[in-house]
């Protein structure tokens, strides 16, 4: 852990402030020199001569201790049980100068010592200071030491962490196995655990097991009710789960597996019946990314309804909350929580506007219009900046490109591109912005550019395999995906990727049907083609790409028909549950494969 100076006014925290920055150096000089100290601190045989006043106004603890009636005059030395001498300088300092020196190495017996103390402000810092040092190694310790110290907020912050980066803990914690089988269960049940699927949560319960057998397989029980058994394949149920050495011996497990397999054996039987994700074993999680899809153009006009999807319940809900003005061909990108629609096309007009919706608080405002009039435009998020680039603006193919500062809410123009692009797409990978494909008014293209925010300057690569307008571009793992569009000829299927190491595009599995001016988004990890248009019609339907399997599979389709949208993924909403399924609405459909 890095060192880390808390300082409470700097910060702006006026937590049991008293005096100002100037009194409080006087005070410290005459503690050092010794100058009209009326008491003295000991810890551990060292004494630390001090004003009463001065720790008073610091802590309610010494200002009882101080002016109790019985010792207020005659209480000179004061010693105090359990606290360090070296812990006892930081505090003594922090009340002194409302700064302190916080590290790994202290940590851990600071914030005790300043709760018994009732050292308010530094009970703070040292919290502040273990939610920054947050990471997957050691998140359960951080998370367990908050609670014994009724650290409520610590509490809540490291039990995000946890929930949302649960994989990540998988793979290199240790404190996981050394959890109760009550700690284990309270992170396999949670509805806000961030898995997959409920193959990691089996996993994870084996595992734990696995480490002392003798002493935890007499807990398969309670640990397997944790996982959502009607959500795993009745393939993996029956080979992975029911078949397994601890569920096998125990005879305790039969009910919950014979209760299993009816509600597996019901739902494979009767294909068309939807999953009843209200049942108990098959309730989906809170899933931590929301995928947004906003406007389009839908039965022959421009839409502005606005649908989510629920990566755990395989469930498109429309929201409540929609803008006035309805376009397609737009862009749409999410920064700080906050939705920007950018440009489109209404079927009249050209837009430069921006409008922002905050998911949060529920409503639309108006942001800086753009330079130019932008529809078929690209966008993109790198840095703090949001990037426009290309379209059309009614009369011209742009290579001109923008970009847009949130905290002054303005535009700037950058750099133009090499080519004139609309209806290509665009995405960011290491630093670098990636356009691929679109049209320049004569042909559909299969070029490709990337931008350099630190030279200010756009690079040609290597070209496409296809030409491609209408196409949908994504970064995924370490490479670019080209996906669907319009050849000139036909709409595509094909997809194919792009190393930035060697600068070559390779084709890999097609899609399902041909798309052109969809959505595509990045969530739970699996790249995710959202409606467009197939050549005869707007389609609603959705398909996802996992790169591990190679496969591509069929989600749920939206609610309505469109082309033309845009979407973009909102990751730690707080309100997250206002945007997935509910159990007031219709079941979600079960994900399956098409092979």
Known sequence: MESDDYEENSRGRQL??????????????????????????????REFPIHRAIMSACSPYFRALFTNALDSVEKREVEIPGVSAD????????????????????????LPAADQLLVHGLVTGCCDFLAGQLEAENCIGILNFARAYFCHKLVKTAYRFLMHNFSEVLAS???????????????????????????????????????DPENRKCHIVPLLRTVRLGLLSTKFFVEKVKSHPYVKESVECKPLIIETLKFLYNLDINEDKALDITNSLAQPRVPHEVMFVIGGWSGGAPTNIVETYDTRADKWIICDSKDEVPRAYHGTVTIDLKIFVIGGFDGTQYFNSVRCFDPVAKTWSEAAPMNSKRCYVSTAVLGAYIYAMGGYDGHTRLNTAEHYFPGRNQWSLIAPMNQQRSDADATTLQGKIYICGGSNGQECLNTSE?????????????PMRNRRSGVGVI????QIYALGGFNGIARMNTVERYNPLTDRWQTIQEMFDPRTNFGVEVIDDMIFTVGGFNAVTSISN???FDKNSDEWFDAADMNIDRSGLSACVVNGLPNVQDYTFKETKNPGSKQTGKK
């Open 542 to 544: 959705v398909e996802c």
């Open 475 to 478: 970064a995924y793992g370490d």
């Open 450 to 462: 990337y931008y350099d925010p630190r030279t200010n300057q756009w690079t040609s690569i290597t």
């Open 87 to 110: 812990i006892m300088q930081v505090i003594i300092d922090y009340a002194y100068t409302r700064r302190a020196r916080i590290d790994g190495s202290n940590v851990e017996q600071l």
């Open 173 to 211: 914690s240790s404190e996981y196995n050394d959890l109760s089988v009550e700690g284990v269960c309270e992170i396999l049940s949670s509805d806000d655990l961030n898995v997959k699927n409920e193959e990691m949560t089996i996993a994870a319960l084996f595992r734990w097991i696995d480490c």
């Open 16 to 45: 049991g402030k008293r005096f100002s920055i100037h009194s409080c150096l006087v005070y410290d000089e005459m503690r050092r020199f010794g100058q009209l100290c009326d008491a003295v601190i000991k810890a551990e045989r």
